[in-house]
């Protein structure tokens, strides 16, 4: 990565890491690579956390509830007072997201390792992500870039315009809630009450907005990268359609079956609206994808779980470019100089029933990784490890590279076929089968396959 960015004095040579499993293994061992010094937290709950052990510091901030721990500003704040930490990595999830995390780290005069306050309000809330989007001429799903009023007949005019079925969303939603599609008038205002007070609760803004609920799109993303100084470059697409009640569970990269003439445009449009914004460090455009036409329908303004695939395909280590970014660096690098190179797969390995899906809390007794060239893991658990019912149940990404998608598929099956994970359970037995699937082998699934393949799958 070295030669990505030209040197200039660092602002800061420590790290808090402000999260917690495997992405707070990930941004340490970036950390390291670059020769700075980190901090790790953990709740009560997390005591036991490996990254711990091989940090500088390792601060416990609060109990297991996050409300009192990974979501407390004020104990984070103080950790990197206490440890002289210049910067706060916040990961994916809890705080990445919040504008006044942003701000109060910014405020207290240390650096925060995403975007700027601003820009996460704009491209956070995807009300005004969608409206700056339509101002840089990047198509949107139809339908209006307001929130949706309380008045019940503007509502069912506003679905009668877009035509069912339609989907409420949260403005402020993430990690596949606050959504609810509607296919009849006589549901709507249900919906519409019902998702209000979950976004009010879960997310804290109840505003909400409608659009077409499209019937059979791909989700199809598109990372960026940002300097301090108006450089910009995307670093290819990745196909995040193998989805559960709107989470991922599979993701790839590139997209297969994207000519590169249909995808280079929206690459730079992504590009030019972050010029547009002001937007520094990495950053995810996401689009739905039907009958060859894209769609924004929000941005996520952090580090994603599934940037590996990017990194295994482009060569480019995303976190390092991030944290470089936001040390003011320069981005050394010309969009001709991003090639992307054969395929990735990402499997998300959940600790978790696979047939009802609830989460499997727990030691783990025994484990076995698979090897080989082409094969990464990513994980915090470890022979003996307790697995907490608090948090996440995301224990671990297993990421393949190969020349083609065939051979990815391949290494993937090999690889899934040597992991054993033993005294909880887990989703392997899902991800071996789907890797079996023809049509999935086939590539160009849409975004409801797999929630059918597993009614099939679970049946059988
Ligand atoms: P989140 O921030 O919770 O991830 P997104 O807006 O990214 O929410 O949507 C998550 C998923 O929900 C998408 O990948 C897609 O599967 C589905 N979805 C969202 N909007 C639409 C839509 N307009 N039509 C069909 N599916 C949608």
């Known amino acids: 990565m070295a030669e990505n960015f030209a040197s200039a004095d660092p602002l800061f040579d420590t790290v808090l890491i402000a999260n917690r499993?495997?992405?707070?293994?990930?941004?340490?061992?970036?950390?390291?690579?670059?020769?700075?010094?980190?901090?790790?937290?953990?709740?009560?709950?997390?005591?036991?956390?490996?990254?711990?052990?091989?940090?500088?510091?390792?601060?416990?901030?609060?109990?297991?509830?996050?409300?009192?721990?990974?979501?407390?500003?004020?104990?984070?704040?103080?950790?990197?007072?206490?440890?002289?930490?210049?910067?706060?990595?916040?990961?994916?999830?809890?705080?990445?997201?919040?504008?006044?995390?942003?701000?109060?780290?910014?405020?207290?005069?240390?650096?925060?390792?995403?975007?700027?306050?601003?820009?996460?309000?704009?491209?956070?809330?995807?009300?005004?992500?969608?409206?700056?989007?339509?101002?840089?001429?990047?198509?949107?799903?139809?339908?209006?870039?307001?929130?949706?009023?309380?008045?019940?007949?503007?509502?069912?005019?506003?679905?009668?315009?877009?035509?069912y079925p339609v989907i409420i969303k949260a403005a402020g939603g993430g990690g596949g809630r606050g959504m609810r599609v509607v296919q009849e008038p006589s549901a709507l205002i249900e919906a519409m009450t019902l998702t209000r007070e979950e976004a009010r609760q879960a997310f804290g803004n109840p505003a909400l907005y409608m659009e077409?609920?499209?019937?059979?799109?791909?989700?199809?993303?598109?990372?960026?990268?940002?300097?301090?100084?108006?450089?910009?470059?995307?670093?290819?697409?990745?196909?995040?359609?193998?989805?559960?009640?709107?989470?991922?569970?599979?993701?790839?990269?590139?997209?297969?079956?994207?000519?590169?003439?249909?995808?280079?445009?929206?690459?730079?449009?992504?590009?030019?609206?972050?010029?547009?914004?002001?937007?520094?460090?990495?950053?995810?455009?996401?689009?739905?994808?039907?009958?060859?036409?894209?769609?924004?329908?929000?941005?996520?303004?952090?580090?994603?779980?599934?940037?590996?695939?990017?990194?295994?395909?482009?060569?480019?280590?995303?976190?390092?470019a991030q944290i470089k970014a936001a040390q003011g660096i320069r981005l050394d690098l010309q969009q001709g100089d991003v090639i992307c190179d054969g395929h990735s797969f990402e499997c998300r390995i959940n600790a978790e029933d696979p047939d009802t899906f609830l989460p499997s809390a727990g030691a783990v007794t025994d484990i076995a990784w698979p090897q080989g060239e082409g094969v990464r893991l990513d994980t915090h658990i470890y022979p003996g490890y307790g697995v907490s019912p608090y948090y996440d149940s995301l224990i671990a990404k297993l990421i393949v590279h190969a020349p083609t998608r065939a051979e990815a598929i391949t290494k993937m099956r090999t690889a899934l076929a040597g992991t054993r994970v033993e005294g909880i359970s887990t989703n392997l037995p899902l991800l071996r089968a789907l890797f079996e699937d023809a049509a999935f082998a086939q590539g160009e699934t849409d975004i409801h396959y797999l929630e059918k393949w597993l009614k099939a799958w679970r049946a059988a």
């Not at 990268?225 to 790839?252: F, I, Y």
């Open 21 to 163: 499993g495997e992405i707070a293994v990930r941004i340490q061992r970036a950390c390291r690579e670059l020769g700075l010094k980190t901090v790790s937290i953990c709740s009560e709950a997390d005591r036991q956390a490996s990254y711990g052990e091989t940090a500088d510091h390792f601060v416990c901030i609060g109990p297991a509830n996050a409300r009192r721990s990974y979501l407390n500003q004020d104990a984070i704040l103080l950790a990197a007072r206490l440890t002289g930490a210049g910067a706060i990595h916040p990961g994916y999830g809890f705080l990445s997201e919040n504008t006044s995390f942003s701000a109060a780290v910014e405020d207290a005069g240390l650096t925060f390792i995403g975007p700027d306050a601003r820009s996460i309000a704009t491209m956070g809330d995807k009300i005004t992500a969608k409206k700056a989007m339509i101002a840089a001429g990047v198509p949107c799903v139809p339908g209006p870039d307001t929130a949706l009023p309380d008045d019940h007949a503007t509502v069912e005019q506003i679905a009668r315009d877009i035509g």
């Open 212 to 320: 077409k609920f499209l019937q059979h799109p791909r989700h199809i993303e598109i990372q960026v990268l940002c300097d301090t100084h108006g450089n910009a470059v995307w670093l290819g697409h990745r196909d995040c359609s193998m989805q559960r009640r709107h989470q991922k569970v599979v993701e790839e990269a590139p997209a297969p079956g994207i000519a590169a003439d249909i995808i280079e445009p929206v690459g730079l449009a992504c590009v030019e609206a972050c010029q547009q914004i002001g937007y520094r460090g990495v950053g995810t455009f996401e689009f739905l994808y039907e009958d060859g036409k894209f769609y924004f329908i929000e941005m996520n303004t952090r580090l994603q779980v599934e940037h590996p695939v990017t990194e295994m395909t482009s060569g480019i280590d995303i976190v390092q």
